[in-house]
């Protein structure tokens, strides 16, 4: 079983009960999937074999390395921060599709993820867009020549009408 029973919150906030169980999952996942990489059913097997916690840190861990190497090759160590309005809403829809293909409950993961989606998008956009201004990438946040004029914009895009 790749999620624990649980039924109580006191228990839903135990590590020994719901994340250690798990973690042996984690070091046999990356070769399940190299072994499987050809095979869509045993890799859905393995998605649904998985506890979906497992499933989402082995997708961090995978890209880690992505993200140093893009750091490493442009000299910005601030790669992450290019998708960090998008990665919740993926690992929101991971956990989605698991519950779907589980045929848990998905009401509240639905919302969830439905708002995610949106949050994503309107965040993605506004950070493009400051002013009027089109800057083409999220990481004018991340400089501080960018911060300085980001600052100074602020009072005009939230001033008042008179």
């Not at 919150?9 to 250690?20: E, H, I, L, Y």
């Not at 995610?116 to 400051?130: D, F, H, Q, Y």
């Not at 004018?140 to 009408?161: D, G, M, V």
Request: charged share 10%; with cysteine; proline share 6%.
């Amino acid at each position: 079983m790749a999620l624990p029973i649980l039924k109580s919150a006191t228990a839903c906030a135990d590590f020994g009960r719901t994340v250690q169980p798990y973690f042996s999952q984690l070091n046999d996942l990356p070769r399940q999937i190299y072994q499987s990489a050809t095979d869509l059913q045993a890799l859905k097997a393995i998605y649904l074999n998985t506890n979906p916690l497992v499933s989402a840190f082995a997708f961090s861990l995978f890209l880690v390395p992505i993200f140093l190497v893009i750091s490493e090759i442009n000299r910005n160590y601030s790669q992450v921060d290019r998708v960090w309005s998008i990665l919740p809403t993926v690992y929101n829809l991971h956990y989605v599709t698991y519950a779907h293909a589980k045929n848990l409950p998905t009401q509240r993961l639905n919302s969830l993820a439905i708002i995610s989606v949106i949050w994503s998008g309107a965040t993605r956009s506004a950070l493009k867009t400051i002013d009027g201004k089109s800057y083409g990438n999220t990481s004018i946040l991340h400089s501080s020549s960018s911060l300085t004029s980001f600052s100074s914009l602020w009072p005009k895009a939230y001033e008042n009408p008179k």
